[in-house]
């Protein structure tokens, strides 16, 4: 099974900070990639598909760059209603493993 | 609407069998491939199976592989799975999750229910 791993594990951030999560698979995944927002007691929500591929009604604050192993999710000015766990999951081959997800809380 | 709604969730106790059920609603269910995802409380998610749009095709993560059976009804729009041999390590909610790809398994999940919680304790 492909590893999923992301950096850092937690993040304390105020409004308007930039954000950068890293993502980095045990082995090529091409761009194989989806990036999933998760905020308490809700079902994740597809944030960005095939790493760099924004979902529809996904504000554009949210960029998703990498091919290979290693991948960034960048958010650029951070609002209240991004405080959340970020996952990242790839679907280059069975099973899609996700990674252990980062924890965006507030500074 | 377009959502899936799990049901079957409840506490169980260690080596009973369970089974989830997914209405899908709003959508074309028979056109996309369909998977199941747990997540045990206050961790992260894990992936357990997939059955295509066609049931001719279904995967297992190897923690459930031989326990878990995965199957769908088209006529019904309807997703299951059939947990046997349940251990502690089982609990968690249980998502029924939509593939973001038509008549294939894309690997990427556009749409979730909102879970069902399985608890296996004696």
């Known amino acids: 099974d492909i590893q999923m791993t992301q950096s850092p594990s937690s993040v304390s951030a105020s409004v308007g900070d930039r954000v950068t999560i890293t993502c980095r698979a045990s082995q090529g995944i091409s761009t194989w990639l989806a990036w999933y927002q998760q905020k308490p007691g809700k079902a994740p929500k597809l944030l960005i598909s095939a790493a760099s591929s924004l979902e529809s009604g996904v504000p554009s604050r949210f960029n998703g760059r990498g091919s290979g192993t290693d991948f960034t999710l960048t958010i650029s000015s951070l609002q209240p209603e991004d405080f959340a766990i970020y996952y990242c999951q790839q679907a280059y081959s069975f099973p899609f493993t996700f990674g252990p997800g980062t924890k965006v809380d507030i500074k | 609407q377009v959502q899936l709604v799990e049901s079957g969730g409840g506490v169980v106790q260690p080596g009973r069998s369970l089974r989830l059920s997914c209405a899908a609603s709003g959508f074309t269910f028979s056109n996309y491939a369909m998977h199941w995802v747990r997540q045990a409380p206050g961790r992260g998610l894990e992936y357990l199976a997939l059955?295509?749009?066609?049931?001719?095709?279904?995967s297992y993560a190897d923690s459930v592989k031989g326990r878990f059976t995965i199957s769908r009804d088209n006529s019904k729009n309807t997703l299951n799975l059939q947990m046997r041999s349940l251990r502690s390590e089982d609990t968690a909610i249980y998502y029924c999750?939509?593939?973001?790809?038509?008549?294939?398994?894309?690997?990427?999940?556009?749409?979730w229910g909102r879970g069902t919680l399985v608890t296996v304790s004696s």
């Open positions: 999750v939509r593939d973001s790809a038509v008549t294939t398994a894309g690997g990427y999940f556009d749409l």
């Open positions: 059955i295509s749009y066609d049931v001719d095709d279904k």
